[in-house]
């Protein structure tokens, strides 16, 4: 176990030096994924750091500590990375980020994902977005998997939490 926290401290070293040097108090990515706060200014020094050659927990922290409304400028960018990852940990790590940072400008795309079975289980994090949304076509992409054996129960949960919402 020690092992890997140190092959996982020296992987995680160049993104770590070049949060601190932009004044950020961190000792490991995981400070960043586990914060409670957000971190707007840290979200360029992440996406950066995608483009470099991390091992897969790395990139997977990457893709979580990126999950938070601020990185909706950068949808277009984890939505590439999401279609990419071939390792299941880190598709569902940005398929997490993608669903933090989409907005209403995104459900199309959105909608697209969840729509793709090549996506896996992955589509179940798209379907609280796609509930929330205004768009008519996310809410109906959600009512027509209703009975589907993987994402059913998620898509009742989420349409019947709105609707007895939308009923008080």
């Known amino acids: 176990m020690e092992i890997i926290a140190e ?11 070049d949060l601190r040097e ?13 914060a409670k706060y957000s971190f707007p200014r840290a979200i360029p020094i992440l996406i950066e750091h995608l483009t470099r050659d ?3 927990r790395i990139r997977s922290g990457i893709a979580r500590a990126l999950a938070g409304p601020e990185s909706a400028p950068y949808w277009f960018q984890l939505e590439q990375y999401f279609k990419l990852a071939e390792d299941t940990s880190e598709k569902q790590a940005f398929a997490v980020a993608l669903r933090a940072a989409a907005t209403e400008e995104h459900v199309e795309d959105l909608i697209r ?8 289980r992955n589509r179940g994090l798209f379907i609280a977005p796609l509930v929330r949304s ?6 109906a992409a959600v009512e027509a998997v209703e009975e589907d054996p993987v994402l059913g129960h998620e898509a009742k949960l989420r349409l019947y939490g709105r609707k007895k919402r939308a009923q008080s």
């Open 7 to 17: 092959e996982t401290r020296k992987a995680e070293a160049p993104l770590v030096r």
């Open 54 to 56: 991390y091992p897969t």
């Open 134 to 139: 205004k768009n008519p076509a996310a809410r």
């Open 113 to 120: 994902l969840f729509k793709d079975p090549s996506n896996g």
């Open 22 to 34: 932009a004044g950020f108090q961190v000792d490991s990515l995981w400070d960043l994924v586990n």
